[in-house]
């Protein structure tokens, strides 16, 4: 299994500023991913990090919009950059491990973010 | 397009009632398929995948690939029951672009 933790858990900005935030892994992983939760909506994969290579993004994502970092295999940083109100959302960091044999995902518990 | 669909948004029982939570699905391939369901003010968690044909919680979903379904079903709900349940689709076993339900929150009356 895997222990997610994420900083911050919450965080009201201004639009036009930036906020990183951090995801800790308590194992080493290959995969993590970002997704965004958007009041009353779904999951969306925003990207996935992979340590030693830029990131993948999905469609609608972009890196100047949602630069990431993966500097080693247990921690990532997602930045929202440039936010508006359209920004506000959970943002969940994701892993992928090898559990009784086959690929578990697990969740960190989420970053709030409220822009105004 | 591959898609997940959960048609309701709130599903509301009484406990002891049995419960069915919709899924369905459109995918060009042979996906995996999971629930995962969030406690509140919990981490969302894996609760069964299709392969392990395992009940968790006394809760079974069983594949209907001619129907493209993925239903969840418990026979008697209990009030700890209650959380939003997401299904979910992957292309291999594994997180990767797994794709997500809407979602549909049980609430289990007493």
């Known amino acids: 299994s895997a222990v997610i933790s994420q900083k911050p858990s919450r965080d009201i900005c201004q639009r036009g500023t930036s906020l990183t935030i951090q995801c800790q892994v308590d194992?080493?992983?290959?995969?993590m991913f970002w997704y965004r939760q958007q009041p009353g909506q779904s999951l969306t994969l925003i990207a996935t990090a992979n340590q030693g290579s830029e990131a993948t993004y999905e469609s609608g994502f972009v890196i100047d919009k949602f630069p990431i970092s993966r500097p080693n295999l247990t921690f990532s940083t997602l930045t929202v950059s440039n936010m508006s109100p359209e920004d506000s959302s959970i943002y969940l960091c994701?892993?992928?491990?090898?559990?009784?044999?086959?690929?578990?995902?697990?969740f960190g518990p989420g970053t709030r973010l409220l822009v105004l | 397009a591959q898609r997940v669909t959960q048609p309701e948004k709130l599903l509301s029982v009484f406990k002891g009632a049995p419960v069915e939570l919709k899924c369905n699905y459109s995918?060009?391939?042979?996906?995996?398929l999971f629930w995962y369901v969030q406690y509140s003010r919990q981490r969302l968690q894996l609760l069964l995948r299709?392969?392990s044909r395992e009940s968790i919680k006394g809760f079974t979903a069983d594949l209907n690939k001619g129907e493209t379904s993925f239903h969840l079903k418990k026979p008697f709900a209990q009030e700890e029951d209650s959380a939003m349940y997401y299904c979910a689709l992957s292309p291999r076993g594994g997180g990767f672009k797994t794709i997500f339900g809407a979602g549909t929150r049980l609430f289990v009356k007493a």
């Open positions: 995918y060009s391939g042979s996906p995996e």
């Open positions: 299709h392969i």
């Open positions: 194992s080493q992983v290959t995969m």
């Open positions: 994701s892993v992928e491990t090898l559990t009784s044999g086959r690929e578990t995902q697990y």
